[in-house]
């Protein structure tokens, strides 16, 4: 059985710093590509972040701006996501996502397994 299972989120300051983490299990992990995605409330889900089974040519939404970097560890079977200079915008539920490495995509219908989310709230 595939688990995804964030962790990480929480309330913080604008201006402030979270690490968010991903547990994968039940799968090769080193055969998946990992995402983070977010939703704020009554919106749409939108691509946050991405990175190979590798872990290299990380790629972000357009509104990071140098801001989150994207990892993994192979061997622990783990991916993060670093948020730095987090603003209210941020603001949303945050999940972690694994597909296949044969569709290198932003898109949500690219990854078959999703975690439940970890909410971030950041107050101004």
């Known amino acids: 059985q595939v688990q995804v299972v964030e962790s990480g989120g929480g309330l913080v300051q604008a201006g402030d710093s979270l690490r968010l983490s991903c547990a994968v299990s039940g799968l090769p992990f080193e055969d998946q590509n990992l995402a983070w995605f977010r939703q704020p409330a009554g919106g749409e889900r939108e691509f946050v972040a991405r990175?190979?089974?590798?872990?290299?040519?990380?790629s972000y939404g357009d509104f990071v701006q140098g801001r989150f970097t994207i990892s993994r560890d192979n061997a622990q079977n783990m991916g993060y996501l670093q948020m730095n200079s987090l603003k209210p915008e941020d603001t949303g539920v945050y999940y972690c996502?694994?597909?296949?490495?044969?569709?290198?995509?932003?898109?949500?219908?690219?990854?078959?397994?999703w975690g439940q989310g970890t909410q971030v709230t950041v107050s101004s």
């Open positions: 990175i190979t089974w590798a872990g290299d040519q990380p």
């Open positions: 996502a694994v597909g296949w490495v044969s569709r290198w995509t932003e898109a949500a219908d690219g990854y078959q397994h």
